[in-house]
Antibody, heavy 118, light 110 residues
Framework: EVQLVESGGGLVQPGGSLRLSCAAS????????MNWVRQAPGRGLEWVSV???????YYADSVKGRFTISKDNSKNAVYLQMNSLRAEDTALYYC????????????WGQGTLVTVSS | QSALTQPPSASGSPGQSVTISCSAT?????????VSWYQQHPGKAPKLMIY???KRPSGVPDRFSGSKSGNTASLTVSGLQAEDEADYYC??????????FGTGTKVTVL
């Protein structure tokens, strides 16, 4: 079964850092485009970042320079390092595969909640 | 990159059809056929319903269909059923290796 399981969320103070993890099963992250998408409480979906199979990375303007996406092929996992966190980064963070490398976001994990507050 | 524009809400009675629009600029929806649609029930993760404008993943009922005209994409749900009540989001390639989602539409089955 194709599955993604996120972890690492929690409460962090403004300016702090957090590292999210995403464990994949049923497919290999090394040969897929992997994304992070977030959803603030009661709000819509916001694309955050993509990591291409070849290693290139791209970010939304709202997180560029603060967030870093990476992967560990040996662990079949994807990560999101979040630095200089702000209140507006508070959201449920989903790890998502781009199944067709053309924006077929499927499947989605269950999400991990990040709360930035003092 | 601004979010794609969707109506906040849409509704229909069981058996009827509802169409949700997703409007943007020529730099995203209008410029590419990489539009997809997602269904999200409360407290659940989104689910892919339509990809590349009009293609349906296996397992998605054929009551769901997608189309695009110019800078506006649309999702139509025919033969509405109670379980179709959910939030729906469109997504499109926005160029420069970025993706953008719509503002979301809450579909209510009356």
């Amino acid at each position: 079964e194709v599955q993604l399981v996120e972890s690492g969320g929690g409460l962090v103070q403004p300016g702090g850092s957090l590292r999210l993890s995403c464990a994949a099963s049923g497919f290999t992250v090394s040969s897929n485009y992997m994304n992070w998408v977030r959803q603030a409480p009661g709000r819509g979906l916001e694309w955050v970042s993509v990591l291409y199979s070849g290693g290139a990375t791209y970010y939304a303007d709202s997180v560029k320079g603060r967030f870093t996406i990476s992967k560990d092929n040996s662990k079949n996992a994807v990560y999101l390092q979040m630095n200089s966190l702000r209140a507006e980064d508070t959201a449920l963070y989903y790890c998502v595969r781009d199944r067709g490398n053309r924006g077929w976001f499927d499947p989605w994990g269950q999400g991990t909640l990040v709360t930035v507050s003092s | 990159q601004s979010a794609l524009t969707q109506p906040p809400s849409a509704s229909g009675s069981p058996g009827q059809s509802v169409t949700i629009s997703c409007s943007a600029t020529s730099s995203d929806v209008g410029g590419y056929n990489y539009v997809s649609w997602y269904q999200q029930h409360p407290g659940k993760a989104p689910k892919l319903m339509i990809y590349e404008v009009s293609k349906r993943p296996s397992g998605v009922p054929d009551r769901f269909s997608g189309s695009k005209s110019g800078n506006t994409a649309s999702l139509t749900v025919s033969g509405l059923q109670a379980e179709d009540e959910a939030d729906y989001y469109c997504s499109s390639y926005a160029g420069s290796n970025n993706w953008v989602f719509g503002t979301g539409t809450k579909v209510t089955v009356l």
